[in-house]
């Protein structure tokens, strides 16, 4: 299998011109995000991110979530509320290992925000909101069906039934890491 070959490898996220651009503007960026305190999900997703050795980067090490909303660049009213979500076993965009997540109530939030009459800024989405807890995102190419394998072999996870808090939440954009902190 080729790693050039787009529909069969992972793609490289970390684009040093995208990087230094989004480093070098304002510190603070805001999303909605479905805190999770429930240690398993944590523990899983360290496991996964030692099996995949270094062709993966945790992200937001310590902080497992669901981006719900991207805000933007300034700080917006909300009050948080509490969800229902259910983690499931990894999963894998192009870009990043994820846990699948099964929530109606944060696909019912997203869909309300998305048609809101607050003129939250767009999120430029080319794919349909999908609910998950990201892994972590690739530091280089590898053949996909590598990592299904490296996923498939990793022990499986029963669901995690738990609830969550989405509040905003504000990612530092000088961290590679995606650290995230309160506003």
């Known amino acids: 299998m080729s790693f ?3 529909k069969s490898a992972t793609s490289e996220v970390l684009n040093p011109e995208i990087w230094r651009s989004w480093s070098e503007g304002p510190r603070w960026y805001f999303v909605l ?3 999770i305190t429930d ?3 944590e523990a899983y997703r360290e496991n996964i991110a030692a ?7 945790l992200t937001s090490p310590g902080q497992p979530h669901v981006s719900v909303r991207a805000l933007g660049f300034k700080s917006w009213d909300w009050e948080p509320r509490t969800v229902e979500l259910e983690v499931h076993a990894a999963d894998t965009f192009s870009s990043a ?4 997540v ?3 109530d944060i696909v019912r939030l997203q869909s309300e925000l998305e048609t809101s009459t607050v003129a939250f800024p767009s999120e430029d989405r080319k794919v349909p909101y999908v609910p998950h807890v990201t892994v972590g995102t690739y530091l280089r190419r590898v053949p996909l069906l590598t990592v299904k394998r490296l996923l ?3 022990t499986p ?7 969550a808090e989405v509040r905003q939440v504000a990612v530092d954009t000088r961290s590679q890491l995606g650290e995230l902190r309160d506003p």
């Open 97 to 100: 290992v994820y846990l699948r």
């Open 152 to 154: 498939a072999e990793t």
């Open 39 to 41: 240690y398993r999900v």
């Open 4 to 6: 050039s070959d787009a």
């Open 157 to 163: 996870l029963e669901p995690i039934r738990l609830t």
């Open 102 to 104: 099964k929530s109606s």
């Open 51 to 57: 099996d995949l050795g270094n062709a993966l980067q």
């Open 33 to 35: 995000a479905a805190m």
